[in-house]
């Protein structure tokens, strides 16, 4: 079975903290991506990999990094966290750029007081 | 930028009922694809529509692909309670490498 896992199901992170979100998949994957869901504004794309040290900026990229060191983990950070990250953050990973369907992990969501 | 939208926000039906969700992009799409996420879970791969025109089924699922490839929909056929949950649809926009989610259709079915 495809694996996608992100390390930490539940976070609460104070103002000015910095919060890595881990994600790992098993499935040779070359492109993974990191989502943020918000009632009402579905899934917005923050950062996308395509290759190891590879990034492209999503649609919402401001107050995030990303680093993809190994093809199989790919961590999304967040510098100096702020009460507007608050939100559920989702991992994926998919075989083709440009056709293959994502492989979602099970969110970590993170509360910034 | 690009933009997908769906229609409604939120549905509720009773059991046995049909179902339709609606996908607009504001512009023309190389693929769509649609998930579907349950409550507590995450979204779920359901099927992709790449030619124009394209219709596929599912069991009680019916997906279009807009002649424009700028419009999708998704239909139920009575619906059940293990329909219950959000549908998305995501689209990448001709050429590009970039998924874009719709907004999402909540439904919820009652017995």
């Known amino acids: 079975d495809v694996k996608v896992t992100q390390s930490s199901r539940y976070l609460v992170k104070r103002t000015g903290e910095k919060v890595f979100l881990e994600c790992v998949q098993d499935m040779d994957h070359e492109n993974m991506f990191w989502y943020r869901q918000d009632p009402g504004l579905g899934l917005r794309l923050i950062y996308f990999s395509y290759d190891v040290k590879m990034k492209e900026k999503g649609d919402i990229p401001e107050g995030y990094s990303v680093s993809r060191e190994k093809k199989e983990r790919f961590s999304l950070i967040l510098e100096s966290a702020s009460t507007n990250q608050t939100s559920m953050y989702l991992c994926?990973?998919?075989?083709?750029?440009?056709?293959?369907?994502?492989?979602f992990g099970e969110g970590s969501r993170l509360t910034v007081l | 930028g690009q933009q997908v939208m769906q229609i409604p926000q939120y549905q509720h039906v009773q059991e046995g009922e049909d179902f339709t969700t609606y996908c607009n992009s504001s512009?023309?799409?190389?693929?769509i694809q649609w998930y579907k996420q349950r409550p507590g879970g995450h979204p779920v791969f359901l099927i992709q529509?790449?030619?124009?025109?394209e219709v596929k089924k599912q069991k009680r699922l019916t997906f279009q692909f807009g002649e424009a490839k700028k419009n999708s929909s998704l239909h139920i056929t009575a619906t059940q309670t293990t329909d219950v949950g959000t549908y998305f649809c995501a689209g990448r926009e001709g050429g590009g490498n970039k998924l874009t989610f719709g907004t999402g259709t909540q439904l919820k079915v009652e017995l």
């Open positions: 994926a990973s998919s075989s083709s750029i440009r056709t293959g369907e994502l492989f």
């Open positions: 529509l790449v030619k124009s025109g």
């Open positions: 512009t023309t799409l190389s693929n």
